[in-house]
């Protein structure tokens, strides 16, 4: 799991960055001292973060200032040396609040919860007959079956459906298929995910859904072929 530090504190992080190394499911993709760094890296493409650990107080953006910039929101445990901002993480859905300085055991517990609801959302999307997307500041639901496909756009990904609305979300469409973990749906091009039951014909390196033509890439194509039933 793919996880990111924040904290303005340098002992704090580095604390952090110790207890992080004995988890084998963490992977440390980074370590950021300020909400404007971890604004920078979370812009960035190829820096996808699964669990985020928050420092609540910090100059300039604050952690709560932060995920509110966020359009795609990971998994968040905040730390804080006060517990006077416990309802506030939890408001914003955190999976922990871990109170400085963090302790071994603590820390174990916190990942209990982390590893459970990993696999609770792995089991939950896979069924899941809907989805929310963060758009202007709000959460949007989705129906799975309405969804055309989602096509990159630089550091966006713009979500097409079938009522003729479109979404844009900020975040990468490698991650967006990592969480979408459906079998309705298919990375058919490093710039696009279609969902299966929208193709309407399919030529050499294209298919079409609606009235859009959308390319598949030679590494993709016998994986799409393969999921389709054909007689």
């Known amino acids: ?42 812009k960035k493409e190829e820096n996808e973060v699964e669990l985020l650990f928050l420092d609540m107080e910090m100059p300039g953006i604050s952690g709560l200032e932060l995920l509110d910039r966020l359009t795609v929101l990971p998994m968040v445990i905040f730390t804080t040396s006060k517990v006077d901002y416990a309802f506030d993480a939890f408001e914003y859905g955190a999976i922990d609040f871990l109170k400085k300085p963090i302790s071994q055991p ?54 097409r459906t079938a009522t003729g609305s479109n979404h844009i979300i900020h975040g990468t469409l490698r991650g967006i298929d990592e969480r979408l973990n459906d079998p309705r749906f298919l990375k058919v091009h490093r710039s696009y995910i279609v969902n299966l039951d929208r193709i309407v014909d399919i030529e050499e390196n294209t298919l079409v859904i609606e009235k859009t033509v959308i390319p598949i890439s030679r590494a993709h194509k016998p994986i799409l072929m393969n999921r389709l039933r054909i007689l």
């Open 1 to 42: 799991m793919k996880c990111l530090i924040v904290d303005d504190d340098s002992m704090a992080r580095a604390a952090l960055e110790r207890l992080c190394s004995k988890q084998e499911q963490l992977e440390i993709m980074g370590t950021c001292e300020s909400g404007e760094e971890a604004l920078k890296f979370f």
């Open 106 to 159: 603590r820390f174990d517990q916190a990942m209990l919860k982390v590893t459970g609801i990993q696999v609770g959302n792995q089991q939950f999307l896979a069924n899941s007959k809907s989805l929310y997307v963060r758009t202007e500041g709000k959460f949007v639901r989705l129906d799975c079956e309405d969804i055309l496909f989602f096509e990159n756009v630089g550091d966006y990904v713009r979500i």
